[in-house]
C-alpha cells in the first residue's frame, strides 16, 4: 500500500509540475506584449531552461527582409566540455541543414567530447522563423513531458515573432503613412505656391498627387492584411457602440460574417445580457467625463457567441488617437483552455489535499543554503506545534524519541550530499504516546544550482500498532499449534527419553556388580559410570529440545543454519517416525549459506510438514512409504528446505486451499497448521508452496532469504534495521 501511495504521490507531483510548466509556458506571449524578437527568444530560453534542465538549448531566429539570423544559447554545467557557443552554432547547423522538412528526428551526437540527445523543432510551419535545438545527455531525452513542452514552448515563440512581425510592420506602414502624408502637405503647399506661377506644371502635380494616392492605398491593404492575420479577435466601435471592424479571427471566434455585425452596436452582438447595462454605462460615463476604468489594461471578462454560449475572454481596450468623436478597439482573447486548465490544477491540489487528510500525510520543503524549512498544517499537527512560532532545530528535536534522535540528526547531516532518502523514527508527545512518522524525501536542485529537498511524512501509528496487534496474534496461534502437536509427539518424546534413561539403569546395575566384584573392577566401573553420564545428557538434551520447541516467548531474530535446525526436528520425531515404517532420506546441501529468523518458529514449520507427511503415508501400504528432506542454496539470495512424501497425495484443483486456516483433508485435522506455517514463513519475507509429485505423492517446500554478509561479519543477532537512503549511513529502521 506505501508503495502504491508513493506511486500515486510520484504520479500526482509529476502531473502537476506539467500543468504549472503549461500554464508558465501560456503566460509567456503577455510577457512578450510589445518586446522584440530577441527578447521574445531570450525569455523561451530562460523559461525552457528552468522547466527542462537541459544540457544545451540553441535557438536561431531569422527576419523578413534578409537580416542575418540571430543565435542564443544556453549551456548547462557542461561549458568546458562542450566548447563555446558559436562552435556550437556551426556544428548544429551543419548537421541539420538549411531544409526543415529533413532535419533528422531525435538522435545522439557528439557535442565538443560528450555525446547527447538533440531534438530539433521549427519555428514556423517552414522553419521561416527560425528553429529551436534543445539537448541533453539524459538516457531518457526527450521523455513525452519534455516533448510536449519543447512543442508548446516552439509554438508559442512562433506565434509572438509572428505578432511582434506585424507590429513592426504596423509601425514600419504608420511611419511611411505619416512620412507620405507630410511629404504629401510639403509638395501642396509647394505646388500652391508656385500654382500662379507654373500653371502649366498643374498637370504634372495632378500625376504625382494620384501616385501618392495608389501608394496610400497600397498601404492602407497592407494595414488591412495585417489586422486580418492577427490571432486575437480585433473588434472597433465608435462613440456610439456601433461595430465598425470585425477581423477574421472575430468571425471564427464569436460565430458572425464580418457584413452581419458592422454598423451594429456592440452590447447586442457580443456581450453577454447581464454586462450590457454595465457596459453602455461605462460608455456614456467615459464620453461625459473622459473617465476610464478599463482603458489600456488587461482585464478578464465573458464574451458571447452567436449561438449563444458565453466563454471566458482576456480583454484590452484602446482609444483610436484621431480627431472628431473617440473611437475604440478591442483585443479579445479566447481563454477556455488556460480557464479549464486552472480549475483543472485547482482539482488537483484539492484531490491532493483531501489525499493527504485521509492518509495522515503532510508536506515538507527545505533549502540547504539557508536552512528555511517549510511544513504544511498535517505536520505541524503530527508534532503537535504552532505553526505561528518559529521552526528551529530544537522544537524539532524536542518531540523525536530520545532514542531516535541520534538517527534524526544523521539523517539532517546527509541532507548536504543531496540523495534521496526514506526512514522511520517516532515521536514523543508531551502526554507520554507516541507516535510513527514515515518519511521519504527527494533531492532537487533549482535553477541557480542551490540543493533542496521535497518530501512527504506521513503518521504509521495506527498501522504500526494494527501491526504488533497482528504480529502477537500470529505468535499466539502458532503457540497453539505446536501445542497441538504434543499429542502426536508423546510416543516420541517417551521413546527418546526412556532409551537412556534404560541405558542409565543398566549402567548403573554393571558398574554395582563391578564393584562388587573380588578384587573390584574399578576401571570398568569408571568407563560404565561415564557411559551412565553420557545417557543422562542425552536425556537433558531431548528434554531441552522438547521444551524450546513447545516453550512460549517472543521471537527472536538470529543468524542459523537451516541445516542443523532440521537435524534437531529430526531428532524428535525420529521414533514417530519408525513407528509409521517411514523410511527417512537426508539431502542436504553442503556450504549452505546461513539465514535470518527464528529458530523456533522455522523448526515449527518443518515440524509439521514432516508430521503431515507422515500422516500422509499412513494409510500406504503398497509402496515403501518414502520421505526425503533437502536443502538448497537458490540462484537469487534465497535458501530452500523441501520436504518430498510418497503418500495420497492431494488434487491439484484444492492447492490454493492447502494453506486457508480451518481448511483441512484430515478427519481429525484442525485446518490451521499449513495457515499457521505460511504466515511464518511469510513474515520471514519467504514464501510456502506444495506440488504434487510426478508419481505418488506430494512435495512441500518453503525458500526463505539468505543472510547478507554484512550481517554475518557484523555478527548481528536480534531485531535487523535497515534504512532507505542509499549510499549512505544506514539510519534504524525496522524491518
Not at 34 to 59: H, K, P
Not at 98 to 120: H, L, N, Y
Not at 376 to 389: C, H, I, K, N, T
Not at 622 to 651: C, K, N, W, Y
Amino acid at each position: 500500500m506505501d508503495t502504491q501511495f508513493e506511486e500515486c504521490a510520484e504520479e500526482i507531483g509529476r502531473l502537476q509540475r506539467c500543468i504549472n510548466d503549461l500554464v508558465s509556458l501560456l503566460a509567456l506571449p503577455a510577457i512578450w506584449s510589445g518586446g522584440d524578437a530577441s527578447y521574445i527568444g531570450r525569455t523561451a530560453l530562460d523559461a525552457l531552461m528552468g522547466m527542462l534542465r537541459l544540457d544545451l538549448l540553441y535557438v536561431r531566429l531569422s527576419f523578413s527582409g534578409g537580416d542575418t539570423p540571430v543565435e542564443m544559447f544556453r549551456i548547462g554545467d557542461l561549458r568546458k566540455q562542450v566548447g563555446w557557443p558559436e562552435e556550437i552554432g556551426e556544428l548544429l547547423n551543419r548537421w541539420l541543414g538549411d531544409a526543415s522538412k529533413q532535419w533528422p528526428p531525435p538522435t545522439k551526437i557528439r557535442v565538443g567530447v560528450e555525446d547527447m540527445s538533440i531534438i530539433p523543432l521549427r519555428l514556423g510551419l517552414q522553419g521561416e522563423y527560425g528553429m529551436i535545438a534543445a539537448g541533453s545527455q539524459q538516457a531518457d531525452f526527450p521523455t513525452q513531458i519534455q516533448t510536449l513542452l519543447l512543442s508548446v514552448a516552439a509554438n508559442l515563440t512562433t506565434i509572438g515573432l509572428r505578432e511582434a512581425e506585424l507590429r513592426n510592420e504596423q509601425s514600419r506602414a504608420a511611419a511611411e503613412l505619416d512620412r507620405r502624408v507630410v511629404q504629401r502637405t510639403s509638395e501642396l503647399a509647394a505646388a500652391n505656391a508656385e500654382l500662379r506661377k507654373e500653371i502649366a506644371e498643374r498637370t504634372l502635380v495632378e500625376a504625382r498627387l494620384r501616385h501618392e494616392e495608389t501608394a496610400l492605398r497600397r498601404s492602407e491593404a497592407r494595414k488591412a492584411a495585417i489586422l486580418d492575420s492577427a490571432l486575437d479577435c480585433i473588434v472597433t466601435m465608435d462613440h456610439e457602440s456601433r461595430i465598425t471592424e470585425f477581423n477574421p479571427a472575430a468571425e471564427r471566434t464569436f460565430g458572425y460574417r464580418r457584413d452581419e455585425v458592422m454598423g451594429k452596436k456592440l452590447a447586442d452582438v457580443i456581450i453577454p445580457p447581464e454586462l450590457r447595462a454595465p457596459h453602455r454605462q461605462g460608455l456614456a460615463r467615459y464620453l461625459a467625463t473622459n473617465e476610464a476604468h478599463v482603458l489600456g489594461l488587461r482585464i478578464e471578462t465573458t464574451a458571447m457567441r452567436a449561438d449563444g454560449t458565453v466563454f471566458p475572454v482576456e480583454l484590452a481596450i484602446t482609444r483610436i488617437a484621431f480627431d472628431g468623436a473617440p473611437s475604440f478597439t478591442g483585443y479579445l482573447r479566447d481563454i477556455t483552455e488556460r480557464k479549464w486548465a486552472e480549475e483543472e490544477l485547482r482539482r488537483s491540489e484539492t484531490f491532493l489535499a483531501e489525499a493527504r487528510r485521509l492518509s495522515s500525510t503532510g508536506g515538507f520543503s527545505k533549502r540547504i543554503a539557508t536552512g528555511e524549512i517549510r511544513w504544511s498544517a498535517e505536520v505541524y499537527q503530527m508534532f503537535g506545534l504552532d505553526p505561528a512560532e518559529p521552526l528551529t532545530h530544537e522544537r524539532m528535536v524536542s518531540r523525536v524519541h530520545p532514542e531516535d534522535v541520534h538517527a534524526f540528526n544523521e539523517i539532517l547531516k546527509q541532507q548536504e550530499r543531496g540523495v534521496d532518502y526514506e526512514h522511520d523514527y517516532r515521536l514523543l508527545m508531551p502526554d507520554q504516546t507516541v507516535k510513527y512518522l514515515h518519511v521519504v524525501a527527494h533531492a532537487v536542485c533549482d535553477v541557480d544550482g542551490d540543493l533542496g529537498y521535497f518530501g512527504a511524512v506521513q503518521d504509521v501509528t495506527q498501522r504500526r500498532l494494527a501491526d504488533e496487534a497482528l504480529a502477537k496474534a500470529r505468535s499466539d496461534l502458532a503457540h497453539v499449534t505446536r501445542l497441538t502437536s504434543v499429542g502426536a509427539m508423546t510416543a516420541s518424546i517417551a521413546h527418546e527419553v526412556n532409551q537412556p534413561l534404560s541405558g542409565i539403569v543398566t549402567n548403573a546395575s554393571t558398574c554395582l556388580r563391578m564393584l562388587a566384584a573380588d578384587p573390584p573392577n574399578v576401571a570398568g566401573a569408571r568407563e560404565t559410570a561415564r557411559r551412565t553420564i553420557r545417557d543422562a545428557n542425552r536425556a537433558s538434551d531431548v528434554i531441552t529440545r522438547l521444551r524450546a520447541l513447545f516453550s512460549r516467548r517472543e521471537a527472536t531474530v538470529e543468524t542459523m543454519d537451516l541445516n542443523e535446525a532440521a537435524y534437531e526436528v529430526i531428532a524428535l520425531s525420529l521414533s514417530e517416525l519408525r513407528r509409521h515404517r517411514v523410511i527417512l532420506r537426508q539431502e542436504f546441501a553442503d556450504d549452505l549459506p546461513p539465514v535470518m529468523g527464528d529458530r523456533i518458529q522455522l523448526q515449527q514449520v518443518i515440524l509439521n510438514l514432516v508430521l503431515n507427511a507422515s500422516d500422509a503415508m499412513s494409510t500406504v501400504e503398497d509402496r515403501p512409504r518414502r520421505l526425503v528432506i533437502s536443502t538448497a542454496a537458490e540462484d537469487d539470495d534465497h535458501v530452500r528446505l523441501m520436504v518430498q512424501d510418497t503418500g495420497v497425495g492431494f488434487d491439484p484443483q484444492s492447492a490454493k486451499r492447502l494453506f486457508e486456516a480451518f481448511y483441512t483433508t484430515k478427519s481429525g485435522g484442525m485446518g490451521i497448521g499449513l495457515s499457521v506455517s505460511r504466515s511464518i514463513i511469510e513474515s520471514h519475507h519467504g514464501r510456502l508452496w506444495a506440488v504434487p509429485n510426478d508419481g505418488p505423492g506430494a512435495t512441500f517446500a518453503f525458500s526463505i532469504p539468505r543472510t547478507s554478509e554484512a550481517v554475518i561479519r557484523a555478527g548481528v543477532s536480534g531485531p535487523v534495521w535497515t534504512s532507505g537512503v542509499t549510499d549512505t549511513p544506514q539510519i534504524p529502521r525496522k524491518l
